[in-house]
């Protein structure tokens, strides 16, 4: 049975998590604060460090600014962060293709060297890495406090583990979707509900 889950009054504000080496310049961070300013909604779209755990600390400096009740939204190992921050502040949540074990997915990429397209960092992925989102990764969570954005051609993650650890969450499969979830922009009224707000179909175009 799905939670009815809705927010107990409109959130305050939308703080929007973006996915593993990728930053606030992407194509869905811009969507998302263009969604936002349509609506007059404070929207955060920190840059957040490659390690896990100095994202999640950057990421909840960040709620400050968005009043005592935002919405929290991420894609991929964001949404993973957002996870975490909607359990530990009691915040509603959104996430696109979120990442459920990602210590189990890091592990295969320790001692490869990645370069941020957004920001030109280079870095390597280390042991410790892995052992931080193991540290991270809840056994549980509550899945009435979630929309759930699955792709089902997702080439990166599994969505059946998502689909088990939310169960129960208001879930929306895209078929054919694929990891970066390129038909966002169609979503954007379903996600700003989930925070209490309405946002007009096709009020914001896609992006390349």
């Not at 973006?18 to 961070?29: D, E, I, L, T, V």
């Not at 600390?57 to 996870?83: C, Q």
């Not at 088990?164 to 970066?180: E, N, Q, S, V």
């Amino acid at each position: 049975m799905l939670s009815a889950g809705l927010p107990r009054v409109p959130t305050t504000g939308v703080l929007y998590l973006h996915g593993f080496n990728s930053g606030s310049a992407s194509p869905k961070a811009a969507l998302m604060r263009e969604a936002c300013a349509g609506l007059g909604l404070p929207c955060v779209t920190p840059d957040l460090p490659h390690r896990p755990d100095q994202a999640l600390d950057a990421a909840a400096a960040r709620l400050g600014e968005l009043g005592d009740y935002p919405l929290v939204v991420g894609s991929s190992m964001g949404g993973f962060l957002a996870t975490l921050l909607a359990e530990r502040h009691d915040l509603p949540g959104a996430l696109i293709n979120p990442a459920v074990a990602p210590g189990r997915l890091v592990a295969d990429w320790v001692g490869e060297t990645f370069v941020n397209r957004y920001s030109g960092e280079r870095f390597v992925v280390e042991q410790a890495h892995r052992r931080a989102l193991e540290a991270m990764t809840p056994a549980a969570v509550t899945a009435g406090r979630y929309l759930l954005l699955l792709g089902t051609a997702d080439e990166t993650l599994d969505g059946r583990d998502a689909f088990a650890l939310y169960r129960g969450a208001r879930t929306i499969l895209h078929p054919g979707g694929d990891h970066g979830f390129s038909a966002l922009a169609d979503y954007l009224p379903a996600i700003l509900a989930q925070g209490g707000h309405a946002l007009p179909p096709g009020r914001v175009a896609a992006r390349d």
